[in-house]
């Protein structure tokens, strides 16, 4: 499976935007990037996700770099509802709509 | 209305004992999965089912049976409950390449 990087955590003020990076040197032609985020005790929920063009969406945008060997999940108004671990996943076309998680990105929002 | 439900959402019980959860999504997803969250957050696919059929089965003991009575419905059926076995488990369904939909998780433990 391809893996990708991400950092442990991460913290950001209220209302200001969040970078989220994650590095997939491994990726291969056909992997779509996914993000998802899991708030406390409750089940992961789809963020966005990509092939080659940046996406934005009504949650946050992808901005996925031109070589795709990395990518940043962006926020542009963090709130502390924000607050949870973000996974970044490469989707494998080729084995199923299987989703591999990594550890993710802790990502601490202070007011 | 929850689109993906679980139940029980907690369940205590001994080792040796044999249990089950329950996972019903109401969005009418071809595909449905099961996932474990152990103890240090990570989150590792188990069992896949696309209208009723197995498609993804991860290095899973045999005592671990997924049950998929119709596309709507996918049980998680264990047997011989270990200690190893006390996570939080995840029920999801997604159309066939979509965005996966969680469950809010059934937190298992084994004393």
């Known amino acids: 499976d391809a893996k990708t990087t991400q950092p442990n955590s991460m913290e950001s003020n209220e209302e200001e935007p969040v970078h989220l990076p994650c590095n997939h040197s491994?990726?291969?032609?056909?992997?779509?990037i996914h993000w998802y985020r899991q708030l406390p005790s409750q089940g992961p929920e789809y963020v966005i996700h990509g092939l080659t063009s940046n996406v934005n969406n009504r949650m946050a945008s992808l901005a996925i770099a031109e070589d795709r060997k990395s990518s940043t999940l962006i926020l542009h108004r963090a709130t502390l509802r924000d607050a949870a671990v973000y996974y970044c996943i490469l989707r494998f076309m080729e084995y199923g709509n299987k989703l591999v998680f990594g550890a993710g990105t802790i990502l601490r929002v202070k007011s | 209305d929850t689109a993906v439900s679980q139940t029980p959402k907690y369940l205590v019980t001994q080792m040796g004992n044999d249990k089950s959860i329950k996972c019903e999504q109401n969005?009418?997803?071809?595909?449905m999965y099961w996932y474990k969250q152990d103890s240090k957050k990570f989150l590792k696919i188990m069992f896949s089912y696309n209208n009723k059929e197995l498609i993804i089965n991860e290095t899973v003991p045999n005592r671990f049976s997924p049950k998929s009575p119709d596309k709507a419905h996918l049980n998680l059926h264990i047997n011989s409950l270990e200690l190893g076995d006390s996570a939080v488990y995840f029920c999801?369904?997604?159309?066939?390449?979509?965005?996966?939909?969680f469950g809010e998780g059934s937190r298992l433990t084994v004393l």
């Open positions: 969005l009418g997803h071809d595909t």
């Open positions: 491994t990726i291969s032609g056909t992997d779509y």
């Open positions: 999801a369904s997604s159309p066939a390449w979509g965005e996966l939909f």
